[in-house]
């Protein structure tokens, strides 16, 4: 990877991003000198969406990276990623929770989750539709979950260039959002977090209240 583009790209879209919102830099399929190059420059938190891939990049990187695994999550690849990942971005159930739950239990330790909010045309895409996520959230299981921590809300918009569309689909999910934090349905110090926004609609997300960013071809270019 040529470095001083790769210092260029960071350059631009940390500038074009707020201080307030955190950006992760979608790793997935990249190398671990490619994710070297981007931790030199001082970035620390990554995006993956393969367990295993992650199991093993986990390995060979430095401690203090902040894991971020952002795809969807199937129950028997929790194993692979129980022991150190800090953000799981897309729970979608109470099956993916229970496991969650069994693997932090036996690594004795917490690990953080957002609930994922279905919010495109596509069906294809996960997530739970957003009176199904209003409820997992306010009636959230302490008993049955105490080693997962609810932190939010995350959504993918659907895949189209109509950006109208795409500002309409986070719009909805930042009221969401909002209004669970309102209505002291949840711990506010807690629910914080609202994870959308990628390479070609960031802008729009964060417009919308989006706090965290998933961002990987504007910094490491397109994939081969």
Do not use: C
Not at 15 to 44: C, F, N, W
Not at 117 to 143: M, N, S
């Amino acid at each position: 990877m040529n470095r001083s583009l790769l210092a260029e790209r960071y350059a631009q879209v940390r500038a074009s991003i707020p201080q307030h919102v955190k950006l992760i830099a979608v790793s997935k399929t990249r190398t671990v000198e490619d994710i070297m190059a981007l931790y030199e420059l001082g970035h620390r938190a990554f995006g993956e969406n393969y367990p295993q891939e992650l199991r093993d990049k986990q390995a060979l990187l430095p401690e203090d990276i902040e894991w971020h695994f952002i795809g969807h999550l199937q129950t028997n690849k929790v194993k692979y990623i129980a022991p150190f990942v800090d953000l799981v971005h897309a729970v979608d159930g109470a099956k993916l929770l229970d496991e969650l739950e069994k693997r932090a239990a036996a690594a004795d330790r917490s690990i953080d989750a957002l609930v994922q909010v279905h919010i495109a045309q596509e069906e294809t895409k996960y997530g739970l539709d957003e009176q199904e996520a209003r409820v997992l959230v306010t009636t959230w299981d302490r008993a049955r979950w105490p080693h997962v921590q609810v932190r939010g809300l995350m959504g993918m918009s659907t895949n189209t260039d109509h950006r109208d569309l795409i500002r309409n689909e986070f719009a909805a999910l930042g009221r969401l959002f909002r209004a669970l934090r309102s209505e002291n349905e949840v711990d506010t110090e807690r629910f914080t977090e609202l994870s959308m926004g990628m390479s070609g609609d960031a802008d729009l997300a964060i417009a919308e209240g989006s706090t965290m960013v998933r961002i990987g071809s504007a910094i490491f270019g397109e994939r081969p």
